[in-house]
């Protein structure tokens, strides 16, 4: 038995270290933002969408936490149009989807606990890559849809470059 156990020592160490490192989880986190000129881009170009169509709105783009990155209020859009584009982004944020993708849930608890939350169209996420970046929120059209179809042609401004990061 005294042979066998001596026998045995290398070999069990020899597994051990023959047995591969497996990597410790990172402690850190790395978050893609947009700089603030690609926001101030994306926002310029959704009210110019608008106006196209004639359509005063006010714009909100928001990073990935929600934070406004920029906001505008084109000159006669309605004043309360502005928290509004800033709600309805924040919302596309957290959901990471169209504000169109979330009117079902605009008789949900969510709703009326103050959280800042717009389940209603006009919004949509800011994602390239594989990466969401935030999110674009619109307010002013007579119809949400078209207050999205402008946030969406305001991310397009921007997409083939975000998708080359």
Known sequence: MKYFKKALLPIAMGLILATPVQAEEPMTVDVSRITMDVA?????????????KGIP????VVDRSGL?????RDTIAPAVSLDISRQKAYTAVM??????QLSARSN?????????L?????SAPISAGGKTYGAV????APDGMDDEACAIAGIESVLDDLEMQ
């Open 137 to 140: 929120g619109v307010s002013g």
């Open 118 to 122: 717009a389940f209603m169209a006009g």
């Open 40 to 52: 101030n881009t994306i926002a310029l170009n959704t009210v110019k969408a608008c106006r196209e």
């Open 108 to 116: 949900s608890p969510l709703q009326t606990m103050g959280a800042g």
């Open 68 to 72: 406004v990155q920029v906001q505008l």
């Open 57 to 60: 709105i006010s714009v909100s």
């Open 95 to 100: 959901f990471n989807v169209k504000g169109s």
